[in-house]
C-alpha cells in the first residue's frame, strides 16, 4: 500500500479524485442550503450544518478504520491533545473563517482567496523541508495555478475593496489550512492517517456543533430526505477526501501535493455550471483548467514526489 503512495502516476489520480470530491461539495452545499432555506447572511446554521457534516464523517472514517482496514481506534494519551488542535485548526476555526469570509467577499474574490493556503504551503514548506524549497518550476506552476483561477472567475466581477470580516477571514482561513497541512504531515510519521483523519474531524466537528447550536439552537436545520442525503453525500466526501490527502501528505512532499489543490475551485464551478442550468458553462472554465493543468504538470514532471523530511 505504501508503494502505491509514493508511484507519481497513482498519487496525480488519487490527489485529482480528492480535488474532484472537494469541488463537487460546492454544487452540494448549494443545492443542501437551497433545499433548507438558508440565506447568505445565516452563517451560525451553516457552521451548525458543517458540525454534522464532519461529525458524520467522522463516523464514516471510524467505521473504514476499524472494519476494513482492521485498525485499532486507539490513540496514546500524548496525541490526543495533537489531534484536538489538528481539528480546531484544520475543521473548526478554518471552516468558520472560510463560511464567515464567504458572507462577506463578493464576485471572484472568493475561489482566489481560497487558493491562498497554496501559496502558503509552498512557502512554509520551503523553510521547514530541506528537500521541498521554492524553485522556478514551482513558482511557474504557481502562477499558471493562480491565473486558471483568475480566467475562470473573471466575468463574476472583481474590486480591490478590503474588510478583515471578508478578505481578511478568507486569508485567514488559507493560512490555517496551510498550518494544517505541515501539521498532519509531522503527525502522521507516528500516528496513523485515517486515526488523524478521523479524530480530526471528530474533535473539530464538535466545537463546530456546540458553536452552532448555542447560536442558533436546535430548530434552525429543518431536514428532508433531499436535505438528509446530500447532508450524508458531503459526509462521504469529506471523508474519503481527506483520508486520501492526509496519507499523500504521509508520503509526499507538501509543497508539491498542495498544488493540485487549484483543481478544487475550478471542478466546483464545472460541476455548478453542470447541475444548475442558471450558471453559465463557458470558456473560461475549460481555459482555468487547462491552465491549472498546465502548473500542475510544470511541477510534477521529472520531479520526485516523496520525501523523508524532517
Known sequence: MEKLFKEKKFIVLLATISCLLWGSAFPSLKAIFI???????????????????????SIIVFFITKFVF????????????????????NTSLMYFFFYNGL?????MKAPILSVAGNFFVVILAHFIYKNDTLDKRKIIGLILGFL???????????????????????????????????VAKSFSKKINTLIITAYQLLFG???????????????????????????IYTSFISAIAFS???????????????????????????????????????????????????????????????????
Open 35 to 57: 433545499s433548507l432555506n438558508l440565506s447568505n447572511n445565516d452563517f451560525n446554521s451553516k457552521v451548525l450544518l458543517a458540525g454534522y457534516r464532519f461529525f458524520i464523517a
Open 70 to 89: 482492521h485498525k485499532s481506534l486507539k490513540i496514546k494519551k500524548e496525541d490526543s491533545g495533537k489531534l484536538i488542535m489538528l481539528g480546531i485548526l
Open 103 to 107: 458572507a462577506n467577499v463578493d464576485g
Open 148 to 182: 486558471g483561477i483568475i480566467v475562470i472567475n473573471w466575468s463574476k466581477g472583481f474590486s480591490f475593496s478590503f474588510t478583515f470580516t471578508g478578505e481578511g477571514f478568507m486569508l485567514i482561513s488559507a493560512l490555517l489550512n496551510a498550518i494544517s497541512t505541515i
Open 205 to 231: 466537528s464538535i466545537v463546530m456543533i456546540v458553536y452552532g447550536l448555542a447560536t442558533s439552537g436546535t430548530s434552525s436545520l429543518n431536514f428532508d430526505f433531499v436535505s438528509f442525503s446530500i447532508l
Open 244 to 310: 486520501i490527502w492526509f496519507t499523500l501528505l504521509k508520503y509526499n512532499k507538501a509543497g508539491i501535493i498542495s498544488i493540485f489543490k487549484f483543481m478544487i475551485p475550478i471542478f466546483g464551478s464545472f460541476l455548478i455550471a453542470i447541475f444548475f442550468p442558471e450558471e453559465t458553462f463557458s470558456l473560461s472554465i475549460i481555459l482555468g483548467l487547462l491552465l491549472v493543468s498546465m502548473g500542475i504538470v510544470v511541477i510534477s514532471y521529472k520531479v520526485s514526489f516523496n520525501s523523508e523530511e524532517v
